[in-house]
């Protein structure tokens, strides 16, 4: 449903919330190893998140990549998927179809749009301090 890059940038997120809660920048390196992605795909991940004010970045010896501890709550997943995958999500067609509206749907379109909007609704409602916390407590995890 989310492009790799999307998946990424989420799970990067998060990691650095988590870490930016307990007062830790994470390096781009940390980044990389904590969500399995490749390091040089990360870091054109972590400038699309800095670009659109998702996250910090920090310059210098104790630099690294933080947000703002007061600001984590209010960071919603839907703004990193539209930094990263743009709103199509929120129109693409189901079956992947270029042209698929009320007008001229696909098969699937009736069914598809529901997901779409529960998705949608998903994404504004959860925040980052959430999952950050979860990943905390062991509740939830990201990585296998």
Do not use: W
């Not at 800095?50 to 630099?63: H, L």
């Not at 995958?85 to 067609?93: E, L, M, N, P, Q």
């Amino acid at each position: 449903m989310f492009s790799k890059a999307c998946e990424y940038g989420i799970r990067a997120s998060i990691f650095i919330a988590k870490n930016s809660r307990e007062g830790r920048r994470v390096s781009p390196k940390e980044i990389s190893e904590e969500i399995n992605s490749p390091q040089a795909f990360t870091a054109k991940i972590l400038q699309a998140l800095v670009r659109n004010e998702i996250i910090n970045s920090v310059k210098g010896a104790y630099g690294g990549f933080e947000i703002n501890k007061d600001e984590i709550a209010s960071i919603k997943l839907s703004q990193i998927v539209e930094a990263i995958d743009g709103d199509k999500i929120y129109s693409g067609c189901g079956l992947g179809l270029e042209r698929c509206n009320e007008n001229h749907p696909c098969p699937l379109h009736d069914k598809f749009k529901f997901i779409r909007d529960d998705l949608k609704n998903m994404l504004e409602k959860t925040n980052l301090e959430e999952l950050a916390l979860d990943i905390k407590t062991g509740m939830t995890f990201l990585k296998t």
